[in-house]
């Protein structure tokens, strides 16, 4: 009864031992997403601080382990050999899965912290924004979820042209919350902000948020595209066509906060517009949007 209990005792020990490593190491893994020395540097210490900590963890247990076959092999009455065997193997098997597991805990967080060596910081990705944007001034760029709020702040004013927002990477994740243990996604999202509240950021930074779609729906790519971009005559149609699709995000999604902000944005920018008869145009759109009617466009 007490080699039994002893042994159900390790057991039970060693699959906590095991689902702590395995919550630790999910953790760090998704936690690693910014590029900067200083959480690199931040991250090695948790990493080596929890490796020695689970070394040491191991070590006792291990010792323990060792002191308790050592006085139950001595106490065993019993002159069958196959009980004495038994439980030697059982308690070894329980000191091995821990050992092993410390084994493949060290190899993935040595892995994690050279994994990163040859990773760019934010600076000289700024750098590749702003190169990119000269070399090519007519190319959009795109700056996902993946990336920082701040990193994400930083480049938008070296050439970003989009940006994403309340991003789900995983199976169905729009539909509905997925349990951890089931997680399908891509890849990490660093930026975890919610669509309206990218939204409210943009505009208290004076940006225009657009959704409009207008160039690829009435055919403007191609060559039809770069005249209209050469010629600056794209302003006349991006200006009030994302003027007139924010309308219809605040409308029908936005926070009373952000709604607020946006259409005391869309209010001045109105003014903007140098065309008088495009100014009017909008504004009567802006009101029909207003009353229910979506999906207007130059």
């Given at each position: 009864t007490i080699v039994s209990g002893c042994l159900t005792a390790i057991k039970n020990k060693a699959s906590e031992f095991n689902s702590t490593g395995q919550t630790l190491m999910t953790n760090f893994i998704s936690g690693v997403k910014s590029k900067d020395s200083a959480t690199k540097s931040a991250f090695t210490t948790i990493v080596s601080g929890c490796l020695t900590a689970i070394k040491n963890k191991a070590s006792e247990f291990e010792d323990v382990g060792e002191l308790c076959i050592t006085k139950f092999i001595a106490g065993v009455k019993s002159k069958d050999a196959s009980v004495k065997e038994q439980f030697v193997n059982s308690l070894s098997d329980a000191i091995s899965s821990i050992k092993d597991y410390y084994d493949d805990f060290y190899d993935a967080g040595e892995y994690l912290v050279k994994g990163f060596e040859n990773g760019i910081d934010d600076d000289i990705f700024a750098k590749i924004v702003a190169c990119i944007r000269i070399a090519v001034p007519y190319t959009g760029m795109i700056v996902s979820t993946r990336e920082s709020q701040a990193s994400r702040e930083r480049v938008l004013h070296l050439g970003i042209s989009q940006i994403s927002g309340g991003s789900k990477t995983s199976v169905g994740g729009y539909a509905e919350p997925e349990p951890e243990a089931e997680n399908?996604?891509?890849?990490?999202?660093?930026?975890?902000?919610?669509?309206?509240?990218?939204?409210?950021?943009?505009?208290?930074?004076?940006?225009?948020?657009?959704?409009?779609?207008?160039?690829?729906?009435?055919?403007r790519t191609g060559d039809r595209f770069m005249a209209l971009c050469k010629s600056k005559q794209i302003q006349n149609c991006c200006h009030p066509n994302a003027l007139m699709t924010l309308k219809e995000y605040l409308t029908d999604y936005a926070s009373p906060a952000t709604r607020e902000l946006g259409l005391s944005l869309i209010q001045k920018e109105l003014q903007n517009i140098p065309r008088e008869k495009v100014r009017e145009i909008v504004t009567e759109r802006l009101t029909k949007i207003e009353n229910g009617d979506r999906d207007f466009r130059f």
């Open positions: 399908s996604a891509q890849f990490d999202v660093s930026d975890t902000r919610t669509l309206d509240e990218v939204i409210n950021w943009l505009m208290t930074m004076g940006y225009i948020p657009s959704f409009c779609t207008a160039c690829y729906r009435e055919g």
